[in-house]
């Protein structure tokens, strides 16, 4: 009842009235009271009630106001930290310099309030969302706090008064179980129900948790309360069970329970069977992993197949291993002691609802509750996994599990706290066991019947969404902190099961090679497999490697490499492998090895450790190296294209693996691998079981012919090439194995810049970096910058002639090219061959450039560094006969020419003999063991070193050869000759010693005995026949054997005579080597070069270092005798060494045609684009210098014909028709406007051209006859039509049919063929229409330019008649019809609302308007493009592509249809004072606009355009000069306008001569005129005093009526200069007033603007009459009058907005500002940079029918043509009518790169140079012809 009292009363005293009776000591009857209170108050079945929350809200207040009582506690904040916590797409900060973790971000507002200049820092896009570490002296530098929490705020709050807090801890746990329980009651097990419903408690409960995020706000102090509720262990005891007779409490407890049985990893049913593994011991159960259980429960697995869903993997069986933990409690059910537990517990169940989460993380910055939290997290973290497993939405679930796992692990102090008090280690590894054993499937590596070993399949969703991912990054996030990773290598019962898990990769994805067909459907599996050994496997290797780089860790080293080992062993016994790989089998996949060879690496370079002690046994040497040395055959294979059956996706493997992210973790630790074993191994046996690998033994004979049972004859060049490559990657390559980690890194960065010039960026992410995040960016102590300009100049961004942009790029220095170019390190790092050819390119351009050697050089030869005392092993592969033999067997051949030898591979064998020469054999003394009998190669060579056996002769070798063999027929013609040779070989005496000399080299054979040997060795009890596997027959292909027979060549050569016999061929000479030649030898000299000099380097070398040597070279060029063409043993071999040389000839005459064409395209560009040379006028102005009465003749560019233009068959000029608006936007002053950047600033349009024109039209058409001010003005200020030209011409029939077929052709274009647009077919120049040209001639030459000795008034009075004459209407033909079209074609090009400004739209007075604004618009962007004024003449380029003459007569032809009636002629009006006509208006009519009102230019283009074309000069010099005697009284009436008062008194009281000559007396009689009228001077005197505050001297008057003058005199000019062919002589600014009035004929001096008038009818009498017209207005309000004298016509050209320097002012501004239309923030918001204007990009909310918003700004603000700046991506697009284009960027960071999408986030500055081009495009409208990408928009922009 009480509670019942309670409600009905007010909350606010109810709350002050209990919150008294609880402040007593004795507060029992006060917490029965507020208990009845929550309990009908929050009552949990009456839902979730904003009533609720408002009683809440009041009782925490206590009477106060929620407000107030926030406001309170916030003043009692203790906390130093920000915790700000985001979601994602939040906008954060990054600071390496200040992090100590890499995970470390900071809000907006505290990286701005830190002082982080000069810092390595980067602003970046949350991808999982995130919280403000400032102040968290764990994760950064203190020095890197922001100001407000850089002050320890904690010390100086004062403390909480006690009852402040009261009722809320009173009041909160009911509150938290409420929500609870809510929980529990809206939960259903997902198979039951949709997820929906979960969404719909979600949204229930979404009020009451948003309440608590309000209360984790208030700060430290209400954080402290909630703490303490939530970590309270007997509250939740008592509220938890719900009391007994609470029926709805009672019943979703029960609901709790169920849903936490289900909660361990093993659910109920496994557990009766899982049980017996879970009491093994640990290490005997993680072995059994690997081992037998495997098989055993394989039967078991296949009952349950179905239910798993696995139909998709066919006859594949899933494995199910025995699980096998020390703790079985991490699989147990969870246990709930407080509320903060089952919380958590129901945010997993939920999957983690945002907010949620948002507030679990808002709690953090209280410590006692971090820890708490962190260890309930933990507990539930098998948890946390098995519902992620289970989640259909497990992307977002996995941003949001590592949004809060971040915050807790990152931190080392609470990492290293919860691993060794809740296991942390364990429960990861056990999970991540857990989770791949879900996705097991039997390998199919080597033999698959009797495999046992188990690898996860890539297809499963596991793998192919990467859901394990949160998972592994908290793994490699803890194991980064040292103590935790020490815990981890110290404890073996965490090592073994971590190696069975590693082992499960070992051998994934394993690719078989199709023989027969293509394979059907490509699986893309590999981006799985790759990614999970990336992320699984090597990730956590390198962040334990990071912990194992002292002499003190050397025991886990050891350890670690001592565990590989036994699990590769078990490995290698679970796939059942022998000593032969499985044929056409390939994985990439080997995490095992690689971890040894990583470990094994670091022991040695790091921790002083003997290499030898960490090796096993020869036998498991032999064994590890197969698998990587079968990686390294297939990518040779792949390349070789023997695998194209199996699709692209193989290729895309070969890249993966030695692609920048991987190559660190994959192909080098696989070669430093294959290195160790090369440097332990027996080197013959090493060499030949690679020789073996590559398919290429059958190729190595001494016959010109040989069969190969395994490779096509055209894969076998690139196979050996593939070989000898890599036996110089062993050679000579120690990426791991030798360099410091400096010299990798150079090394690195040289080949990434040699292969083309890289931007900063892409280098940053080329270089290989250790690809654990927690170890900084890249290797080695010295720093990437510092190393970039050791090796790297700058080239800045430059922008090119066809307007593509260059980003700022880093080209390597010279000296790196002569010294460091390392072609080996480049093969090795390229993932595209091409680029290998690119780098050889650039090195022979640059020794050409520098002159070093022209021709075709060779890839140099590098020396290399010397090696870890340890690989000195590796130096017996150079010295072993197998290689000796190898090396004099491919010398011979490319001598003899025989087939697939190539250029290639005679450098990489010489290399491979100066690299034998370079590092001589340590001690030649163990080597003179005794040789074994049976060695078939003793035959060849005594010793093994290489410096001896150079010179030693081989004679005869016997070879197995087909019967169709030369050699065979060769061995009949000899025995048919005599019975026996004669043996040349001193030793033998007899033939049948030289058969058992010539021995046949068999390699096959030598490693098997070589592998037995070893094998013997290690195993004494076993019998000779181990292994007697001998498959030679599977090297010969079956039924071949019969053809083949044994031959013996006479050989003679020893391999210098081979060298010195080659370097006769290569040089085409005889005796290229003399005698002399020797004497004077220094290899050093030889650093760059072709073939030649590489062998004469060679023989220096080998003469210097071996005095034997020497003396045989010289017998050899003794003889010098001329050696015998070798017999070309079949047309075929000559074929192909021919193809070489037709290749190599091929390649220079395509460069010399590229060449050639490139010159003659530039000489084509410097023609065409507006390259400023002053040349001679283009074809429309050449008229002049012909002779006079001759037509113009066109090229039409489609037929090619040349001729004039007919009536029939009109020639006309491509042109691009586009509605503008540049002009619109000029204002008076020269500055741009500036970009607003806070709330203060704004644009304010109304000043612009177009808007103050737009004011004075209406204005007047508020007071004038509407025909009247349609002619007083001009449009197209706005949207006006401006017209362009490549100036190509073509017959207009020719174009339609170019059209036509364009129409047909379905090729994807840029441009819309029915919108008639086109490209030119010359130039390719975008274009959309034809402007038909004029027949006749081409100017007004001849009788029309001969000076005039008329009087004024004759030539007046001749324009008078001219005028009236009629327009003839033109006969109708194919010309007059083009000309209609384009004028059709003018009008459609713009929008109506620009053509129609008259009363009446469509009238042909509006037709008039729109006319002949067409032609001002076109004169007065010539100008503005001109740069405003005509100082600098007529070597303009614009005047090259001009089209005005031809416009002019088209647009002529059409006007001359209205005639103007003679009545309101405005000529009469200019020339004859009339003051009889005092026409008195009807009521209804309004006034003619007086003259001084009428905007001359218009009149001007009105008379021209109407009279009878082609114009006399004189009749334009006529009009000319009575027009500009208006514009000169125009310019007096504004001035006096601008006059004070009094000056304007002192000037009328002057006595002047009176002269219609000065200005003096004709202002002074302007100005008496004027006073006439009612008050025209009054009404402004206040502003004007301010607007002339200097006083007026006659010589700023004579200035300012030049200026006013001067605009008309430019147009006049122009006009004259296209019309007429006059040319424009270029002067100084000064000067232009009097040149123009000289050029238009104006006869003046250049001291008086006056003098250049020429009045027809008395001066004083015409002005009386102008001004009468404007004082008999007497109905115009005055004000306006003057506005419309005193109108200025000058503008200052077109400028884009002022940017800020850094564009970091304009993202913060408006990356949050909302949008004016729909007040949402927009996703993409973008700024119009002509207005300033802030709109949504693609926004669905401004839309307006079915149009985005840009495309109607672009159209509302620049007549369709629109640039805007994306906010978000720092990039400019163009909208141009229906497409647009990417335009690039005007910011760039400080390596001049842009950065599309904020990607890298580094600051970004404006590229001033880039800004000017964009302005430059806008105000020439060339945005068509310089961006090459344009797409169709379909109005969604």
């Not at 190539?902 to 080597?927: A, T």
């Not at 410097?1166 to 050449?1182: H, I, L, N, Y």
Request: glycine fraction near 6%; charged fraction near 25%; include cysteine.
């Amino acid at each position: 009842m009480m509670a019942a009292s309670l409600l009905r009363r007010d909350k606010k005293s109810t709350a002050a009235h209990l919150k008294a009776d609880l402040k007593r000591t004795d507060n029992s009857s006060g917490l029965r009271q507020l208990q009845e209170l929550l309990d009908s108050v929050l009552h949990p079945e009456r839902g979730s009630e904003p009533e609720a929350l408002e009683w809440c809200k009041w009782l925490l207040a206590g009477g106060d106001g929620f407000d107030e009582f926030c406001r309170t506690v916030r003043s009692y904040d203790n906390a130093t930290l920000c915790g700000l916590v985001w979601t994602a797409n939040f906008v954060a900060y990054r600071c390496r310099t200040c992090g100590i973790s890499p995970c470390m971000s900071l809000c907006a507002e505290c990286f701005n309030n830190g002082d982080h200049t000069g810092h390595d820092f980067n602003m970046f896009r949350s991808q999982a969302g995130g919280a403000c570490d400032c102040g968290d002296g764990n994760v950064m530098r203190e020095s890197g706090f922001c100001s407000r929490h850089r002050l320890k705020t904690g010390e100086n709050v004062p403390s909480v008064p006690r009852d402040l807090l009261l009722m809320s801890e009173m009041v909160l746990p009911r509150f938290i179980i409420t929500i609870i329980q809510y929980l529990r009651d809206g939960y259903t097990e997902p198979e039951s129900a949709a997820d929906r419903d979960l969404q719909k408690v979600l949204q229930q409960l979404d009020l009451h948790i948003s309440f608590l995020e309000e209360l984790t706000k208030m700060g430290g102090a209400m954080r402290t309360v909630l703490t303490k509720i939530l970590t309270n262990q007997q509250t939740f005891k008592e509220l938890s069970m719900g009391q007994e007779e609470n029926v709805y409490a009672k019943r979703n407890y029960e609901k709790y329970l169920s849903a936490l049985k289900s909660s361990g990893l093993l659910s109920v049913e496994e557990k009766g069977t899982g049980a017996g593994a879970t009491d093994t011991p640990a290490g005997a159960g993680a072995l059994s992993l690997l081992g037998a259980t495997a098989a055993a429960s394989l039967e078991d697995s296949s009952k349950e197949e179905d239910q798993d869903g696995l139909q998709g993997v066919g006859q594949r069986k899933r494995v199910k291993l025995s699980s096998s933990t020390k703790d079985p409690s991490i699989m147990d059910t969870l246990k709930h002691k407080c509320f903060l537990e089952e919380l958590l517990f129901w945010t997993i169940k939920y999957e983690f609802p945002q907010k949620m989460v948002t507030f679990l993380l808002n709690m953090l910055p209280d410590q006692d509750y971090k820890i708490t939290f962190t260890k309930t997290f933990v507990q539930h973290y098998a948890f946390i996994m098995k519902t992620l497993m289970k989640s259909h939405e497990s992307d977002t679930m996995s941003n949001r599990i590592v949004h809060i796992s971040v915050q807790l692990f990152s931190n080392e102090e609470l990492a290293r706290h919860v691993t060794e008090e809740c296991q942390l280690l364990d429960i990861m590894v056990t999970v991540l066991i857990y989770m791949m054993e879900s996705c097991l499937i039997k390998s199919e590596l080597q033999d698959e019947e009797s495999n046992h070993h188990v690898v996860v399949n890539c297809g499963e969703a596991l793998l192919k969404n990467n859901t394990y991912w949160p998972l592994v990054s908290d793994f490699i996030n803890i194991l980064s902190h040292q103590s935790v990773a020490k815990r981890f290598l110290e404890d073996q019962s965490l090592l073994l099961p971590w190696m069975s898990f590693v082992s499960f990769f070992q051998g994934m994805n394993l690719n078989k090679r199709e023989l027969n067909e293509h394979v059907e459907f490509e699986s893309q599996t590999y981006y799985a497999a790759f990614a999970a050994e990336l992320e699984a496997c090597a990730q956590p290797m390198w962040g334990l490697l990071t912990h194992c780089k002292v002499k003190e860790t050397q025991e886990y080293t050891k350890t670690v490499v001592q565990y590989c080992l036994d699990t590769l062993q078990m490995w290698f016994d679970a796939i059942g492998f022998v000593d032969e790989p499985a044929l056409n089998q390939l994985t990439f996949h080997l995490p095992l090895h690689r971890y040894y060879a990583m470990f094994l690496s670091k022991g040695v370079k790091c921790q002083g450790l003997d290499l030898d002690s960490l090796l096993p046994d020869q036998e498991m040497l032999m064994k590890i190296m197969v698998h990587p040395l079968q990686i390294q055959a297939s990518l040779s294979e792949i390349h070789s294209n023997m695998w194209v059956r199996n699709g692209l996706q193989i290729k895309g493997q070969a890249m993966t693996y030695v692609q920048s992210h991987f190559c660190n973790s994959m192909i080098d630790p696989d070669i430093y691998l294959l290195q160790v074993c090369a440097s332990r191994l027996d080197p013959d046996y090493f060499i030949s079981s690679v020789f073996e690998r590559f398919k290429v033994v059958d190729l190595l004979t001494m016959a010109s012919q040989h069969q190969n049972a395994v490779l096509d004859s055209e894969q076998e060049r690139p196979m050996l090439e593939g070989d000898l490559i890599l036996a110089h990657v062993f050679l000579s390559l120690c990426v791991i194995a030798g360099m410091s980690d400096d010299e990798i890194l150079r090394a690195e960065m040289v080949s990434q810049l040699c292969m083309n010039d890289r931007t900063h960026s892409s280098l940053l992410d080329l270089i290989p970096e250790n690809p654990n995040p927690k170890s900084g960016v890249v290797p080695g102590s010295c720093s990437f910058e510092e190393m970039l300009s050791a090796v790297a100049d700058f080239k800045a961004p430059v922008f090119e002639p066809g307007g593509s942009m260059q980003q700022g790029m880093y080209t390597p220095k010279a000296e790196v090219w002569e010294k460091e170019f390392d072609p080996i390190m480049v093969i090795l790092r390229t993932v595209y061959r091409r680029d290998v050819q690119s780098a050889m390119d650039r090195y022979s351009a640059f020794l050409k450039q520098s002159g070093i050697q022209t021709g075709n050089p060779w890839p140099p030869y590098k020396e290399r560094t010397p090696l870890h005392p340890c690989y000195k092993g590796l130096v017996r592969l150079l010295h072993c006969k197998t290689l000796h033999i190898v090396i004099f067997t491919l010398l011979y051949k490319i001598w003899m020419d025989h087939q697939n030898m190539s250029e290639h591979v005679l450098c990489m064998v010489l290399y491979l003999i100066e690299l034998g020469l370079d590092n001589p054999v340590q001690d030649d003394k163990v080597e003179e063991e005794p040789c074994i009998e049976e060695h078939c190669h003793d035959s060849w060579f005594p010793g093994t070193s290489l410096l001896s056996n150079l010179h030693h002769v081989i004679n005869f070798v016997r070879v197995r050869v087909p019967e169709t063999a030369p050699e065979v027929e060769r061995k009949r013609e000899r025995e048919r000759e005599r019975e026996t040779p004669a043996s040349t070989s001193s030793e033998s005496s007899t033939f049948g010693q030289n058969l058992r000399e010539a021995q046949v080299f068999s390699l096959v054979a030598e490693r098997r005995r070589k592998f037995q040997e070893i094998i013997n060795r290690s195993n004494h009890e076993a019998s000779q026949a181990v292994r007697p596997k001998s498959s030679s027959s599977r090297w010969l292909p079956p039924g071949s054997p019969p053809q083949l027979v044994t031959e013996i060549l006479e050989i003679g050569e020893s391999m210098l005579s081979l060298l010195v016999k080659l370097h006769q061929k290569l040089s085409g000479k005889q005796n290229s080597l003399s005698l002399s030649w020797l004497a004077e030898v220094d290899p050093a000299h030889h650093a760059h070069g072709d073939g030649l000099t590489a062998i004469e380097r060679i023989l220096a070398k080998a003469a210097t270092r071996s005095r034997h040597s020497k003396r045989c070279l010289q017998e050899i060029c003794g003889k010098v005798c001329p050696p015998i063409p070798p017999k070309k043993n079949s047309p075929g071999d000559k074929k192909s060494m021919d193809k070489e040389e037709r290749r190599q000839r091929a390649r220079e005459r395509q460069q010399k045609l590229l060449a050639e064409f490139a010159s003659r395209q530039k000489s084509f560009m410097e023609t065409a684009m507006d390259v400023e040379s002053p040349e001679t006028d283009a074809v429309m102005d050449m008229g002049s210098a012909e002779p006079l009465d001759s037509e113009v003749l066109y090229d039409c560019v489609i037929c090619g014909q040349s001729g004039p233009s007919t009536e029939d068959r009109p020639t006309g000029l491509v042109v691009l028709l586009q509605a503008s608006s540049v002009l619109g936007h000029r204002c008076r002053s020269d500055t741009p406007k500036r970009l607003p950047i806070t709330d203060e600033e704004h644009i304010y349009p109304e000043d612009t051209c177009g808007a103050t024109h737009d004011v004075r039209l209406s204005l007047m058409q508020r007071y004038f006859k509407d025909s009247s001010c349609l002619q007083s003005v001009s449009i197209g200020w706005d949207g006006g039509v401006y017209v362009q030209t490549c100036g190509h011409t073509l017959h207009i029939d020719c174009h339609k049919s170019y059209m036509e077929s364009l129409r047909n052709d379905q090729v994807l274009q840029g441009f819309s063929v029915d919108k008639g647009e086109f490209t030119c077919p010359l130039c390719r120049q975008f274009a959309n229409s034809v402007l038909p040209c004029r027949p006749g001639r081409g100017m007004e030459t001849g009788a029309w330019h001969a000076p005039s000795n008329k009087s004024m008034s004759t030539l007046v009075k001749e324009v008078k008649d001219l005028q009236e004459q009629l327009g003839i209407f033109p006969v109708e033909s194919n010309l007059s019809k083009e000309m209609e079209s384009v004028i059709k074609d003018i009008k459609n090009t713009t929008q109506k609302k620009y053509m129609d400004y008259g009363k009446n739209p469509g009238s042909p007075d509006n037709d008039f308007l729109f006319m002949y604004s067409v032609a001002r618009t076109n004169l007065e962007l010539e100008l503005v493009h001109r740069g405003g004024n005509l100082c600098s003449g007529g070597a303009s380029a614009a005047a090259k592509r001009s089209c005005l003459n031809q416009l002019f007569h088209v647009l002529a032809m059409h006007m001359r249809l209205y005639s103007i009636d003679s009545a309101y002629n405005p000529w009469t009006r200019l020339t004859q004072s009339m003051h009889s006509r005092d026409h008195v208006y009807c009521d209804d009519e309004r006034p003619e606009v007086p003259m001084l009102f009428r905007d001359v230019p218009s009149l001007l283009i009105i008379f021209i355009l109407t009279m009878p074309q082609p114009l006399r000069k004189e009749h334009f010099t006529c009009v000319v000069k009575v027009l500009y005697s208006l514009q000169y009284t125009q310019a007096l009436a504004a001035l006096s306008v601008r006059f004070s008062r009094e000056e304007r008194l002192a000037w009328s009281k002057k006595n002047t001569p009176n002269s219609d000559k000065s200005w003096e007396s004709l202002l002074c009689h302007m100005i008496s005129e004027l006073t006439k009228a009612k008050d025209v001077y009054d009404t402004n005197s206040e502003e004007t005093l301010v607007l002339s505050s200097s006083v007026w001297s006659p010589q700023s008057i004579e200035f300012s009526l030049q200026q006013f003058c001067l605009p008309f005199l430019r147009l006049s000019c122009l006009l004259q200069h296209h019309l007429y062919g006059d040319s424009l002589p270029g002067c100084l600014v000064e000067e232009e007033f009097s040149l123009l009035a000289g050029c238009l004929g104006l006869a003046g001096s250049a001291q008086s603007s006056a003098a250049c008038l020429e009045w027809n009818v008395n001066a004083l009498d015409l002005i009386s009459q102008w001004c009468s017209e404007v004082i008999a207005l007497s109905d115009t309000p005055t004000q306006q009058s003057v506005s419309l004298l005193g109108q200025d016509p000058q503008w200052a050209a077109p400028r884009l907005l002022h940017l800020p320097d850094n564009y970091n002012t304009i993202f913060q501004y408006y990356h949050r500002k909302s949008c004016t239309s729909c007040g949402k923030t927009p996703k993409d918001p973008a700024l119009c940079l002509v207005c300033g204007a802030f709109v949504c990009l693609k926004g669905q909310c401004c839309k307006q029918q079915g149009v985005c918003e840009c495309v109607l700004h672009s159209q509302h603000c620049g007549a369709a043509t629109g640039i805007f700046l994306l906010i978000n991506a720092s990039v400019i697009i163009i909208i141009r009518g229906h497409r647009f284009c990417l335009w690039g960027s005007v910011y760039l960071d400080a390596h001049g790169e842009e950065d599309r999408d904020l990607r890298r986030g580094k600051p970004l500055y404006l590229c001033e140079e880039r800004y000017r081009v964009l302005e430059q495009q806008w105000v020439s409208h060339t945005f068509d012809h310089i961006n090459k990408r344009w797409g169709p928009h379909y109005n969604g922009l």
